[in-house]
């Protein structure tokens, strides 16, 4: 790109977030990717930005119960637990409500190990991972469903709850 083509292509990109910036005025609690996606390069960084979070989960909770661990055949290791997040919000008259929600959560490899080695129920972590749902057929025949968040990071939080 010659020097004139970077000259003329600022100029436009100044024209542009001039406009945005102007438009965006009158909106309170627009965010940086609101202005950024308004602006000149608007389907490139959106893509990249939407990319990167797509299927993105990540969650802090406490462990509902011990983790379960599964050697398999291949003799890989799979742990599984529960994670209780919670959320507050109060009602007309002011009283506070806690809402719990409750996550299946699903770790391979490393993440296992470290799982095994020190969670336990009530422990607090933060975990980054992705949904991932599948079905099986129960004892009964029915087919069951189950969503999933597979663990990716999971980190400590707090201290370990005494037994």
């Not at 939407?50 to 599964?70: C, E, F, W, Y």
């Amino acid at each position: 790109m010659g020097s004139k083509s970077k000259i003329e292509f600022m100029k436009s990109y100044q024209k542009h977030k001039t406009k945005a910036s102007k438009k965006l005025k009158p909106f309170k609690r627009e965010n940086a990717q609101d202005i950024i996606s308004k602006s000149l390069f608007n389907n490139h960084l959106n893509h990249n930005v939407m990319s990167t979070i797509r299927n993105h989960v990540q969650l802090i909770g406490n462990l509902g119960d011990a983790p379960k661990i599964t050697e398999l055949e291949n003799g890989r290791k799979v742990a599984r637990f529960s994670l209780a997040t919670n959320s507050y919000y109060k009602k007309v008259k002011g009283e506070k409500v806690q809402s719990t929600e409750w996550h299946n959560i699903v770790a391979w490899g490393k993440t296992t190990e470290i799982v095994e080695s020190y969670a336990d129920k009530g422990r607090e972590v933060a975990i980054e991972g992705k949904l991932k749902s599948r079905s099986y057929e129960a004892e009964d025949g029915s087919k069951k469903y189950v969503t999933e968040v597979e663990v990716n990071e999971i980190l400590l939080l707090g201290n370990k709850p005494n037994k």
